[in-house]
């Protein structure tokens, strides 16, 4: 926990919180703050600053908090995730939160197993949880919007055209010629599942405008690809 | 399994192989291949080509093989990498062999916990096995070498020279001023550990050359910092 990451339940008046639970028992396992130490905090969606611990007991901790910093700045690059297996999707939306994604949008297709889609992760209180431990990770307070999109088809004929915008649509594709690099503006980036796109939705989505780009001669694992690619994408 | 990954002991005549153990296994719950059907396959450390199934056993199965095409060209990236606990170790090799690493150097710092060290992992077959995995999944042929060198100081002053050459010396390192590029040729890249490296550590990379360069203004894991730079160092 880089980040003592608060929400608008914590604040028992204008500049002072108190917390409880797993934020009291990580911060009681690993800092083990002293009332007077200051910690990096952050508000949910909000600014960064410091908390400086007032005082603790075993059941709250409270602090004032000063906080003025904006937080990072989001990345321009939005995702289109085929789902992958519930372990490798946990791993996928970690490493998004922490190269600053905020928008996530998970797409089955015909090499997603469907039972992917009964995963209790899917929960939006379970993506909240995974979500918040990334950005207390990254020490950022954006939580990135995750959707959900059961059929391929019907996403693609009817919804893409709206969630793409003008943004430059890109297709992690094995083997294209064209090798990914930054676009130098907002880009909607398409990762397919393990064993990749088949034929036919890579058809629909270059049909669409998207633009094969490869991220080199070998076969990568998705959650590689997709670091990879935003480490790419994230150039300035 | 992406690439049947053979190697000299296979042989039993030219262009004629028979594998049992491992390999077999994953092939018979797998892809169940039949006599005449034919499967990507590469010589380790060589070339890649088809392997066609000559007929199968519960015990062994031979193949004919053609072994005609290049492997993917190395990465220009080395990695000097502080010692990761032995879970995130295993991930961090696997995808730096994905990503095309052929040089790693797995190196102690104040915040790597002792105990890594005497992790299993890092026994030379342990490695072996897991890199083998790895290029398998990455239709690649040639072993990344790992060295370990188990204490920071006497590796840094007595032989980081020698190790990085001519390289371009880089440091990933939360906060530098300065954004990780592409060098457009060969580079020695150093990640910290958990944590960061210490003062002292940034201070002896840098007096040798070592250029801190920044993945961004979030706190990255291991993991997700090396594909992310990596994916971008590998851009040409």
């Not at 009291?24 to 002293?34: A, G, M, S």
């Not at 490493?95 to 797409?107: D, N, W, Y």
Request: proline share 9%; charged share 20%; net charge positive.
């Amino acid at each position: 926990m880089n980040l003592l990451l608060l929400d608008s339940p914590d604040f028992i008046a204008p500049g002072r919180v108190r917390i409880a639970g797993r934020r009291l028992t990580h911060l009681q396992q690993t800092l083990q703050p002293r009332p007077g130490d200051t910690l990096r905090a952050g508000l949910l969606g909000g600014a960064l600053g410091t908390a400086t611990l007032l005082h603790r007991d075993d059941q709250t901790a409270e602090f004032s908090v000063v906080l003025d910093t904006p937080p990072p700045e989001p990345l321009s690059v939005a995702l289109l995730l085929a789902l992958p297996r519930p372990k490798v999707l946990l791993r996928c939306l970690r490493a998004a939160t922490l190269l600053g994604v905020k928008e996530i949008h998970l797409l089955h297709s015909w090499r997603v197993d469907k039972s992917y889609w009964q995963t209790p992760l899917l929960a939006p209180q379970r993506l909240r949880e995974a979500l918040l431990l990334a950005l207390e990770q990254a020490r950022d307070t954006r939580l990135p919007r995750i959707s959900l999109h059961r059929r391929f088809k019907p996403f693609v004929e009817d919804e893409l055209e709206a969630v793409a915008g003008t943004r430059a649509r890109l297709l992690a594709h094995p083997g294209a010629p064209q090798p990914l690099a930054g676009t130098g503006g907002p880009s909607l980036l398409a990762i397919g599942p393990e064993g990749g796109f088949i034929p036919y939705e890579v058809q629909s989505l270059t049909a669409r405008g998207f633009r094969p780009v490869s991220l080199g001669a070998r076969v990568l694992t998705v959650e590689v690809a997709l670091a990879a690619a935003l480490g790419r994408l994230g150039q300035h």
